[in-house]
């Protein structure tokens, strides 16, 4: 069964980081792109970031770029998405993304919010 589990959402101050990660298992986590997508509120979905299968190659939205950092770890199925200097725009349902050819997987989401 495949299954991708976001953590380490939360409230969170202007300025302030959190560090989300997305557990993955049923499925060759190597072998995949992984993504961030968020969604806010009344907004459509926005592509985040994206991390090649190797962890050679990242992509950034514009207004992400030199705040939020995605890395993998393989050996632990796992993706994470360091987010630094938070601002309220950032509040948003966090989603990770699992691709390869027309295999796609998603996870729950975990909710972040940037507010003082």
């Known amino acids: 069964q495949v299954q991708l589990v976001e953590s380490g959402g939360g409230l969170v101050q202007p300025g302030g980081s959190l560090r989300l990660s997305c557990a993955a298992s049923g499925f060759t986590f190597s072998y995949y792109v992984m993504r961030w997508y968020r969604q806010a509120p009344g907004k459509e979905r926005e592509l985040v970031a994206s991390i090649g299968s190797t962890g050679g190659s990242t992509n950034y939205a514009d207004s992400v770029k030199g705040r939020f950092t995605i890395s993998r770890d393989n050996a632990k199925n796992t993706v994470y998405l360091q987010m630094n200097s938070l601002k309220p725009e950032d509040t948003a349902v966090y989603h990770c993304?699992?691709?390869?050819?027309?295999?796609?997987?998603w996870g729950q989401g975990t909710q972040v919010t940037v507010s003082s």
């Open positions: 993304n699992a691709i390869r050819g027309w295999r796609e997987y």
